[in-house]
């Protein structure tokens, strides 16, 4: 996400949460503040009897924060952004606004459009408490003109198909803000982390169960400053293309219980068979759009490490899934890949099936003839014959190292030094690749 805005009742903690951001993650946020407070403030206007003259402030200021929002995400940063002009919508409706309803049928079109919006959820009942408790009573807004607000606003997000996100705000706070956090993705830094020495693109391949998921999970648990020391990974984002091909089994089955034929996979045993060969050029192709995205922004790589994950099978599983990747990509990606044998994949794959089913926890297997058809055969070993080195995809050359994953371990005392070894080799490949 690179923008994401805030919006609740008055008094819900909207601006000290943003506070709070803003001072322990300086590196990695812009915080705007609540575009008609700072009008309403800046020009003196009453809120309540100069309707007129508050949206007329905030349409000349309409392009001034749109130049601000554009500047936090050319800089990299994720711009937080308290409440939006939809809030200001409903308020409207609620007062009985026709200027502001009319206008803003016609400034909608050049209004920034944010990837999520928070809702920070109280009782109306505490928020009258709070508005009463902070004694600004140019800003009160009583019950009737708050539940009115909030029917308009929902219909205004059901009518523009936002991705809204509402969290709990009533509640102790260390709690919230953790949830705040890790929504957002952010982890506190308390010391500069080397992130100039860093991965830019990890490509980790591997059977299933070979252990690829335990090396994000790992990554994800180990500080910032000590994962970019001794993994040389900075806050990273993982990409992974087997949700995007368990979507197309669920519209398979869509189009089956429509009557028609399925496009992509027939059941089996509870899982899915992908039928259509094509797709797994359609999956690898999905990916490098995603990447490509990512990086073709200003700064979509700074301070940032992409970890795309995915597992091929066949003759030229490997070789053809990375012959699809953009020469951008290829030109900043190593490849770690995470060696087990079939049959301990098959092995690690049952043990988890049967695992899940004791605890009750929904889970799917798939029939080892299936395994076998799609990733008996492997054909990293031919493209890669040493433990480490470089491959030559469409004319790059791109630093690789081979981990062997056995025996399967979730001691950290093993794991860490397993994947330090890995990285460490392929980091001073890629060092060198950089440097020409």
Same mark, same amino acid.
């Not at 949700?243 to 519209?251: M, T």
């Given at each position: 996400m690179?923008?994401?805005?805030f919006?609740?009742?008055?008094?819900?903690?909207?601006?000290e949460t943003?506070?709070l951001?803003?001072?322990?993650?300086?590196?990695?946020?812009v915080?705007l503040?609540?575009l008609?407070?700072?009008?309403?403030?800046?020009?003196?206007?009453?809120?309540?009897?100069?309707?007129d003259?508050?949206?007329?402030?905030?349409?000349?200021?309409i392009?001034?924060r749109?130049?601000?929002?554009q500047?936090?995400?050319?800089?990299?940063?994720?711009?937080l952004?308290e409440?939006h002009l939809?809030?200001h919508?409903a308020?409207a409706?609620?007062f009985?606004?026709?200027?502001?309803?009319?206008?803003?049928?016609?400034?909608?079109s050049?209004?920034?459009?944010?990837?999520?919006?928070?809702?920070?959820?109280?009782?109306?009942?505490?928020?009258?408490?709070?508005?009463?408790?902070?004694?600004?009573?140019?800003f009160f807004?009583?019950?009737?003109?708050?539940?009115t607000?909030?029917?308009?606003?929902q219909?205004?997000?059901?009518?523009h198909?936002?991705?809204?996100?509402?969290?709990?705000?009533?509640r102790?706070?260390?709690?919230?803000l953790?949830?705040?956090?890790?929504?957002?993705?952010?982890?506190?830094?308390a010391?500069?982390?080397?992130?100039?020495? #860093?991965?830019?693109i990890?490509?980790?391949?591997g059977?299933?169960a070979?252990?690829?998921?335990?090396?994000?999970?790992?990554?994800?648990?180990?500080?910032?400053?000590?994962?970019?020391?001794?993994?040389?990974i900075?806050?990273?984002?993982?990409?992974?293309?087997?949700?995007i091909?368990w979507?197309?089994?669920?519209?398979?089955d869509?189009?089956?219980?429509m009557?028609?034929?399925?496009?992509?996979?027939?059941r089996?045993?509870?899982?899915?068979?992908?039928?259509?060969s094509?797709m797994?050029?359609?999956?690898?192709?999905?990916?490098?759009?995603q990447?490509?995205?990512?990086?073709?922004?200003?700064?979509?790589?700074?301070n940032?490490?992409?970890?795309?994950?995915?597992?091929?099978?066949?003759?030229?599983?490997y070789?053809?899934?990375?012959?699809?990747?953009?020469?951008?990509?290829?030109k900043?990606?190593?490849?770690l890949?995470?060696?087990?044998s079939?049959?301990?994949?098959?092995?690690?794959?049952?043990a988890?099936y049967?695992?899940?089913r004791?605890?009750?926890?929904?889970?799917h297997?798939?029939?080892?003839?299936?395994?076998?058809?799609?990733?008996? #055969?492997?054909?990293?070993?031919n493209?890669?014959?040493?433990?480490?080195?470089?491959?030559?995809?469409?004319g790059?050359n791109?630093?690789? #190292?081979?981990?062997?994953?056995?025996?399967?371990?979730?001691?950290p005392?093993?794991?860490?030094?397993?994947?330090?070894?890995a990285?460490?080799a392929?980091?001073?490949?890629?060092k060198?690749?950089q440097?020409?």
């Amino acid at each position: 996400m690179r923008h994401v805005v805030f919006e609740g009742l008055p008094a819900a903690g909207k601006s000290e949460t943003l506070a709070l951001l803003a001072r322990f993650y300086p590196q990695s946020v812009v915080v705007l503040p609540e575009l008609v407070k700072e009008v309403a403030t800046r020009d003196e206007i009453d809120i309540f009897s100069q309707r007129d003259r508050l949206t007329e402030a905030i349409i000349a200021e309409i392009p001034r924060r749109k130049e601000q929002v554009q500047r936090a995400i050319a800089s990299g940063k994720l711009c937080l952004e308290e409440s939006h002009l939809g809030v200001h919508l409903a308020y409207a409706r609620a007062f009985g606004d026709k200027a502001f309803i009319n206008a803003y049928q016609d400034i909608a079109s050049d209004l920034p459009e944010p990837d999520a919006y928070v809702r920070m959820d109280i009782p109306i009942e505490l928020s009258l408490l709070r508005q009463e408790a902070r004694n600004t009573p140019r800003f009160f807004i009583d019950r009737e003109h708050l539940e009115t607000m909030l029917t308009a606003l929902q219909g205004w997000h059901i009518e523009h198909l936002t991705n809204l996100i509402t969290i709990d705000a009533n509640r102790e706070a260390s709690s919230f803000l953790l949830d705040i956090e890790g929504m957002l993705r952010l982890k506190y830094m308390a010391e500069k982390a080397p992130l100039s020495d #860093t991965f830019d693109i990890i490509l980790l391949l591997g059977r299933p169960a070979a252990g690829k998921s335990e090396f994000i999970d790992f990554m994800h648990k180990t500080p910032i400053v000590q994962r970019a020391r001794d993994y040389h990974i900075a806050p990273f984002e993982a990409l992974d293309d087997f949700p995007i091909l368990w979507e197309k089994c669920v519209e398979d089955d869509l189009w089956e219980s429509m009557g028609k034929g399925r496009l992509y996979s027939r059941r089996a045993d509870g899982n899915y068979a992908i039928t259509n060969s094509d797709m797994w050029e359609f999956l690898i192709r999905r990916l490098n759009q995603q990447v490509d995205e990512i990086i073709s922004r200003k700064g979509g790589l700074a301070n940032k490490t992409l970890i795309v994950e995915f597992a091929r099978g066949g003759e030229r599983g490997y070789a053809d899934a990375l012959s699809q990747l953009s020469p951008e990509i290829l030109k900043r990606a190593v490849i770690l890949y995470v060696s087990v044998s079939f049959e301990e994949s098959w092995r690690r794959n049952v043990a988890r099936y049967d695992e899940k089913r004791r605890s009750g926890l929904l889970t799917h297997s798939v029939p080892r003839a299936e395994m076998e058809a799609t990733y008996g #055969t492997d054909d990293w070993f031919n493209m890669a014959p040493a433990h480490y080195g470089t491959i030559s995809v469409k004319g790059t050359n791109v630093p690789y #190292t081979t981990m062997n994953n056995e025996p399967e371990s979730k001691d950290p005392q093993v794991l860490g030094p397993r994947y330090k070894t890995a990285l460490d080799a392929v980091h001073s490949l890629w060092k060198r690749s950089q440097d020409r």
